[in-house]
């Protein structure tokens, strides 16, 4: 859980930081910094890939598992969903609510790819390094956002903390149900949309990363299925 409550702080601390740059950072320094940051996520994504010992594994998850992030378009249902939370608390007017930015902070930290890789191999197999990367993420994110959001920005720590926290906590409970076989292609997968994700911080790509979470939890029911014929 120290990863979490890491990411939390870091959230509160350049949200309050951010409040305090009432004028806004400049562009041209946020750009750079998320640019450098993204190839921070390429390398940390690509380092864990070579994690996995099955290459079919890998690759049936992620057809499988796109083609039901597809079908599903969990991308565009996610962005309705967040739209409609937006237009709901904004208030009338340019005035932003305290609640706009509290729901529109916690749907960056917490509804994206990185939190659920990240939350579920800090709880798996206590590797925290992609929670930290997302701290530093979050921590430029957040100054960013509560300088025009405001303290709304700051309150979503909060979400951060319980919802990551659950996630880490629930990977503890199903561990033991999961062979080191099994978590080393979930890691394997889950840092291949890792990279994927660093694709599009630095520009590289748009690609839509949320439809390519179901990948992540296939190699427990494919393990098993493939180590019957091997």
Do not use: H
Request: aromatic share 8%; with cysteine; proline share 2%.
């Amino acid at each position: 859980m120290i990863a979490v409550i890491v990411n939390t702080l870091t959230v509160l601390i350049g949200s309050a930081i951010g409040l305090l740059l009432k004028k806004g950072i400049p562009e041209r320094i946020t750009d750079t910094l998320m640019k450098g940051l993204g190839l921070c996520t390429l390398y940390i994504g690509w380092s864990g890939t070579l994690k996995g010992e099955n290459t079919l594994v890998l690759i049936l998850s992620m057809a499988i598992g796109i083609i039901i992030g597809e079908g599903l378009d969990l991308d565009e249902k996610l962005n309705r969903f967040a739209t409609g939370l937006e237009n709901r608390f904004k208030k009338g007017g340019n005035e932003i609510s305290l609640a706009e930015g509290f729901v529109t902070a916690s749907l960056v930290f917490c509804v994206g790819a990185m939190t659920i890789v990240g939350s579920l191999q800090a709880g798996l197999s206590g590797d925290y390094e992609m929670l930290y990367t997302k701290s530093v993420l979050d921590l430029i994110s957040s100054m960013v956002f509560a300088s025009s959001l405001g303290i709304g920005v700051m309150l979503a720590g909060g979400f951060v903390l319980v919802f990551q926290g659950a996630i880490v906590l629930l990977a503890q409970f199903v561990a033991p149900f999961l062979t080191d076989a099994v978590i080393a292609e979930m890691v394997c997968s889950g840092s291949l949309i890792i990279f994927a994700l660093g694709l599009n911080i630095v520009g590289i790509t748009k690609l839509k990363v949320i439809n390519f979470l179901p990948a992540i939890f296939l190699p427990v029911l494919l393990c098993p299925v493939l180590g019957m014929f091997v």
